[in-house]
């Protein structure tokens, strides 16, 4: 069962493995422990889980739109990654104003942009995402609240 948090611990732990640290966006080329701890005091962030092995982070951009990341530990993945993530969606629908999802991954990701495809998400071509170390290449996703 997904349900909003405001306590970061399992999505930090999950975040900083090695196998996931490595693929999560920004943060890919910066040494520094990744903590959503200030995120989930905030209102325009949803920190999801399942308490277990599956957390989201949903960037409020207004009440219609968030950007989503998602993070599964490593014991976490193929149908139980799908299932989690359908799971994590299903909330967002439920639960707040959303319309649309949006979200990017890096293209050497080949896992992870299956899995958008796998629960839903159609995309949006590639590009490169600047950012603070200079940008790197990624798929831009998108799911709407009407395909569901």
């Not at 920190?47 to 957390?55: F, Q, Y």
């Not at 994590?88 to 896992?111: F, S």
Request: charged content about 25%.
């Amino acid at each position: 069962m997904i349900y909003r948090t405001r306590d970061a611990a399992l999505h930090n732990l999950i975040v900083n493995k090695p196998e996931v640290r490595r693929t999560f966006g920004i943060y890919i080329n910066d040494p520094r422990p990744i903590t959503f701890d200030e995120h989930a005091q905030r209102d325009d962030y949803l920190l999801l889980t399942n308490g277990e092995n599956a957390c989201a982070i949903m960037d409020m951009v207004s009440p219609a739109v968030y950007d989503g990341h998602s993070l599964f530990d490593p014991a976490c993945r193929g149908r139980d990654a799908i299932e989690q993530g359908r799971e994590i969606i299903a909330w967002m629908w439920k639960n707040t104003q959303a319309q649309i999802i949006v979200g990017k991954t890096p293209a050497q990701n080949r896992a992870a942009r299956m899995f958008n495809r796998w629960v839903g998400f159609t995309s949006d071509g590639t590009g490169t995402f600047e950012s603070v170390d200079g940008g790197w290449e990624c798929e831009w996703f998108h799911i709407l609240r009407a395909a569901v």
